[in-house]
C-alpha cells in the first residue's frame, strides 16, 4: 500500500502565503516524480506544478513567479509554496506522485486539502 498525506491547507487573504506539504509512505522502490493539481468548484482538475526526479520542475501559466515547488527525496515528500495568493487560487489542491514498486508502476493520489483565498 501507498498513502500519500496532505497538509498546510486553509484559509488566506489574498497577496498572503501558504505552504503545502505531501508525504508519501508505504512500499516505495522509488518515486519518479510528484506534483499538486487543483481542482476548484464547478472546474476540471488542472496541473498546478510538478518536479522530477531529476529537480526539474513545470509550472501552470497561472503560478509561475508565485509557487515553487520542491522536493525532499529522503523524505518522500513534496512542498508546494504559494505567494501573493489570489482568489482565483481557491481550490482543493490534491497531490500526485508517480510511483515504481516491486509490482509495478502507478500514479498514487492524496485526499486533498482545500485551500481558501478570500478577503
Known amino acids: 500500500q501507498v498513502q500519500l498525506v496532505e497538509s498546510g491547507g486553509g484559509s488566506v487573504q489574498p497577496g498572503g502565503s501558504l505552504r503545502l506539504s505531501c508525504v508519501a509512505s508505504?512500499?516505495?522502490?522509488?518515486?519518479?516524480?510528484m506534483g499538486w493539481y487543483r481542482q476548484a468548484p464547478g472546474k476540471q482538475r488542472e496541473l498546478v506544478a510538478n518536479?522530477?526526479?531529476?529537480?526539474?520542475?513545470n509550472y501552470a501559466d497561472s503560478v509561475k513567479d508565485r509557487f515553487t515547488i520542491s522536493r525532499d527525496s529522503a523524505k518522500n515528500t513534496v512542498y508546494l509554496q504559494m505567494n501573493s495568493l489570489k482568489p482565483e487560487d481557491t481550490a482543493v489542491y490534491y497531490c500526485?506522485?508517480?510511483?515504481?514498486?516491486?509490482?509495478?508502476?502507478?500514479?498514487?493520489w492524496g485526499q486533498g486539502t482545500q485551500v481558501t483565498v478570500v478577503s
Open positions: 518536479i522530477r526526479s531529476s529537480g526539474s520542475a
Open positions: 500526485i506522485a508517480d510511483i515504481t514498486r516491486w509490482g509495478g508502476r502507478a500514479d498514487y
Open positions: 508505504g512500499r516505495i522502490e522509488s518515486i519518479n516524480a
